[in-house]
Nanobody, 123 residues
Framework: QVQLVESGGGLVQAGGSLRLSCAAS????????MAWFRQAPGKEREFLAA???????TRTADSVKGRFTISRDNANTAYLQLNDLKPEDTAVYYC?????????????????WGQGTQVTVSS
């Protein structure tokens, strides 16, 4: 069974940076896409970025392009680098994995989810 464990969230001042990690286990991820979403209170889950495990093709939401960068290593860990953070970036950030295309921005395309990590940006 696929398991995803996020880490790296926390409290940061506006303009600061964080690096989120998502450690994946329990599966063979070669055909998978790993993605990051976030959800703020009272809002829908929002796609941020995705990366195809084989080949590394990526897709980033226009709303965070230029500030957020997705990457992965060779040890089943995906990352999301968050730069120039703003108070409106405050949310729970989720890692997801699924046998889907890297440009899939719908939460329904991802069958596996982590527990989430809180990111809070103070002004």
């Amino acid at each position: 069974q696929v398991q995803l464990v996020e880490s790296g969230g926390g409290l940061v001042q506006a303009g600061g940076s964080l690096r989120l990690s998502c450690a994946a286990s329990g599966g063979t991820f070669g055909t998978y896409t790993m993605a990051w979403f976030r959800q703020a209170p009272g809002k829908e889950r929002e796609f941020l970025a995705a990366i195809k495990w084989n080949g590394g093709a990526t897709r980033t939401a226009d709303s965070v392009k230029g500030r957020f960068t997705i990457s992965r290593d060779n040890a089943n860990t995906a990352y999301l680098q968050l730069n120039d953070l703003k108070p409106e970036d405050t949310a729970v950030y989720y890692c997801a994995a699924g046998a889907t295309m890297y440009y899939n921005q719908s939460p329904t395309g991802y069958a596996n989810w982590g527990q989430g990590t809180q990111v809070t940006v103070s002004s």
